[in-house]
């Protein structure tokens, strides 16, 4: 059957919309309720070889690095093995160390990425066991991996990674789930996480219906000329990739930063002309990251605030944007599908083609 958009505007608004069935798609099946694990055959990985990993390298472009960046610091939380995630397109040009005992794992939509597709290559060819999270079957990625977990997102057309980059983070939550089970993660925790992830398409959904409410805020933030987009540890990623994608297809400069680095730098900025987006999750920085807001408004920089219901934003002025909450090790997913609506109504606004922004590709196949 072809893909078509259909009754929506484009595809990037059909496949954020498709979110709450695709990421049960990549979830079915690989749950473990009894044991709070994942099974994941198709890593080819037994428990020995899982045990013996010692470090976690992740490697994609774009968004994909992006969302590697969020599938190290779950690696780490769970598992406690170091883990780190490098742009593809740098790593193959230099000599990076290959190690036996580190896993390095390939992040594609497409499974076609040409700068992916070499440092899978520099890897085998120095002896390290590399896997992918690939979404198209048998493309180029998946057929040079060691082994690997598909996404089963269906096709994405949009230019602007959405629905693969959901399915992305939860193949990570899975893996890094695995990696745990072997090693300290206890059987509470694990089944804490499986029930967590159990609960988010319904969550996703939950915040996909409150999309009407997010129009007027990206209206607003597209007259902007520059943006800021700030979170810090899980948030810092999420907001690498919201600011990314607000760029690509409003074309407007957005710029993600550690909220925690605020003060060394960029607040010289803020002022009324300059918005910022800033991730407030609960969790245990949320107090040090509602005190950066005071100095944002202190400035009269324009704040929109994602965050979850029980955070008090204190005498803050913000437009406020809550998302449900869900294990805090999984709120990056939650946290990041305000930011695709927001993008894309923003560009909405300003007429763009939102599916083929200028300038860029869906994959760079070529060098
Ligand atoms: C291109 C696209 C990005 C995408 C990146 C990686 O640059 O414009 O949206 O994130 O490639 O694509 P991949 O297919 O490897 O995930």
Redesign the pocket.
């Known amino acids: 059957a072809s893909y078509e958009a259909g009754e929506h505007e484009s595809f990037m608004r059909k496949e954020i919309l498709e979110q709450p069935t695709t990421a049960q798609a990549v979830l079915r099946g690989r749950l473990d309720e009894r044991f709070g694990t994942a099974h994941l055959g198709g890593l080819d990985m037994d428990a020995r070889d899982l045990r013996a990993v010692r470090r976690v390298k992740i490697l ?5 690095y992006y969302v590697g960046q969020m599938g190290a610091a779950l690696i780490e939380e769970l598992a406690r093995i170091p883990a780190d995630a490098e742009a593809a397109s740098e790593f193959r040009y230099r000599n990076p160390v290959i190690e036996p005992d580190t896993l390095y794992v390939a ?7 040409i700068d ?1 597709l070499l440092a899978v290559q520099e890897v085998r060819r120095k002896g390290g066991r590399c896997v992918g999270l690939v979404n198209v079957v048998g493309s180029a990625i998946a057929r040079e991996c060691d082994g690997g977990i598909y996404l089963h997102a269906g096709p994405e057309v949009a ?3 959405t629905k ?1 980059l959901t399915n992305m983070f939860l193949a990570f939550a899975l893996l890094a789930l695995q990696l745990g089970r072997v090693r300290d993660l206890s059987i509470a925790d694990g089944k804490r996480l499986v029930a967590g992830l159990e609960r988010l398409p319904g969550q996703i959904e939950e915040v996909l219906a409150g999309e009407a409410d997010l129009v007027e805020v990206a209206k607003d933030l597209a007259e902007a000329r520059s943006l800021f987009f700030i979170g810090r540890v899980r948030g810092f990623p999420v907001a690498r990739e919201g600011a990314q994608k607000f760029k ?1 297809i409003s074309y407007r400069h957005a710029e993600a930063y550690q909220t925690s680095e605020l003060k060394h730098g960029p607040l010289a900025l803020i002022d009324p002309e300059v918005p910022t987006v800033a991730l407030v999750p609960h969790d245990e920085l949320a107090e040090r990251n509602v005190g950066a807001l005071h100095e944002i408004e202190a400035r009269k920089g324009p704040l929109v605030v994602i965050t979850h219901e029980d955070v008090d934003l204190g005498e803050v002025s913000a437009r406020r944007i809550v998302v449900p909450r869900n294990e805090p090790e999984l709120d990056p997913i939650l946290l990041n599908v305000p930011l695709q609506l927001l993008a894309y109504h923003a560009a909405q606004h300003l007429g763009h083609d939102i599916d083929k922004p200028r300038n ?5 196949t070529v060098e």
């Not at 992040?107 to 990425?113: F, K």
């Open positions: 994609g472009c774009g968004s994909a992040v594609s939509q497409s499974g076609e990425t992916t230019v602007a990674s693969a690509e860029l590709a869906k994959s760079v």
